[in-house]
Structure formats: structure tokens, C-alpha cells
């Protein structure tokens, strides 16, 4: 199964705290982390629900 790489690159600072938590459920804490999930449905939803805050990169 494929890999996303989920770069967080804008704060969770005067976020909803839905998106801080989804944040958090990601496994980001800060700017610049960089963690790796399964290319799952359930974590594009994540995904796009802080879109603006990340971005993703596919890889095999």
C-alpha cells in the first residue's frame, strides 16, 4: 500500500479545535514535522479537512 507524507507547514495558532485535533491525530505537533501514514480513507479525510495547514506527498 501506498505512503503519504504529510508536511505540516502552517500553524494550528487561532484554529477551530476540530483542525488542532486533527492535527494532533495526524501526529503533527509543530511547523516543519514531517510523518508518514497509509494511503487509508480515513486519512485523506483528515487530510482535507486541514488542507491549507499540510501538504502531501505520495510515495511508493
Not at 508536511?7 to 495558532?13: A, D, M, N, P, T
Not at 484554529?15 to 501514514?37: C, H, M, N, P
Amino acid at each position: 500500500m501506498a505512503k503519504l507524507n504529510i508536511k505540516q507547514v502552517r500553524s494550528g495558532i487561532g484554529r477551530s479545535e476540530k483542525q488542532k485535533r486533527t492535527l494532533k491525530a495526524l501526529g503533527l505537533k509543530r511547523i516543519r514535522d514531517v510523518v508518514e501514514q497509509e494511503d487509508k480513507p480515513e486519512i485523506l479525510g483528515m487530510i482535507a479537512k486541514v488542507v491549507h495547514l499540510v501538504e502531501v506527498e505520495k510515495t511508493e
